[in-house]
């Protein structure tokens, strides 16, 4: 049930970019994105609702293919700021469980 | 955003005891709510998932005996760790969505649990 993500792991350096994917089993209602630093609560980022649409705000933008069950998470000139682990979290097209990707460990260093 | 409170924040307990969580939305009418739990390093794991009024839907694994949920009212939902092991000690955390499918989820802060 649980999506997975790729990279595990990811170093950038300040204005490099990313892009983290996140792939599931199951067919797709919706997949969140979000963002969570060491001990605190995950930061909700987007969601995108099935349909392929994309959305974006800021430097951090995101597609959905459902029928690939698959969406990816783009970061675009990456600031100190996006250190952390993101997760995607997806709602499938039956029952309302919310299943958290395995999550990837985003590093910016200057 | 919408306001998710979790209650205790960090609590040591001993082992047999028996500890309880809650969750409350504070602004908003939390019709879902689901738990969490975290190792460190590793992602959230559903452990169940309520919806108001009705009996939670445990995930496979998780003993429904053990981690009895309850989801009594459109604001509050408990998860309660029935005579709490050593293994049980993890990071829980609540999060609550409001009616809308696909909508945001509002999360806790979460509660650190230690069983000595």
């Known amino acids: 049930q649980q999506p997975v993500q790729s990279p595990q792991a990811v170093i950038l350096r300040e204005g490099e970019d990313a892009v983290i994917n996140c792939s599931s089993s199951?067919?797709?209602?919706?997949v969140h994105w979000y963002r969570q630093k060491h001990g605190e609560a995950p930061v909700f980022l987007m969601i995108?609702?099935?349909?392929?649409e994309q959305k974006g705000h800021d430097k951090i933008s995101a597609s959905f293919n459902e029928k690939k069950q698959q969406s990816s998470l783009y970061l675009t000139a990456s600031q100190l700021s996006y250190s952390g682990t993101y997760f995607c979290?997806?709602?499938?097209?039956?029952?309302?469980?919310?299943?958290f990707g395995t999550g990837t460990s985003l590093t910016v260093i200057p | 955003g919408a306001v998710v409170s979790q209650h205790p924040s960090r609590v040591i307990c001993k082992s047999g005891t028996s500890v309880k969580i809650e969750c409350r939305s504070l602004?908003?009418?939390?019709?879902?709510m689901f738990w969490y739990r975290q190792f460190p390093k590793q992602s959230l794991m559903l452990m169940a998932t309520?919806?108001?009024?009705?009996?939670?839907?445990?995930e496979q694994g998780v003993e429904k005996d053990k981690f009895l949920i309850n989801h009594a009212s459109l604001t509050l939902s408990t998860l309660t760790v029935t005579s709490a092991h050593p293994e049980d000690s993890s990071f829980y955390i609540c999060?609550?969505?409001?009616?809308?499918?696909?909508?945001?989820?509002?999360f806790g802060e979460g509660s650190r649990l230690t069983v000595l």
């Open positions: 999060s609550a969505r409001g009616p809308r499918r696909a909508g945001e989820l509002f």
């Open positions: 199951k067919a797709l209602y919706s």
């Open positions: 995108l609702l099935k349909g392929g």
């Open positions: 979290g997806t709602e499938g097209d039956t029952g309302n469980q919310f299943y």
């Open positions: 602004d908003f009418q939390a019709t879902t």
């Open positions: 309520s919806n108001e009024g009705s009996k939670a839907t445990y």
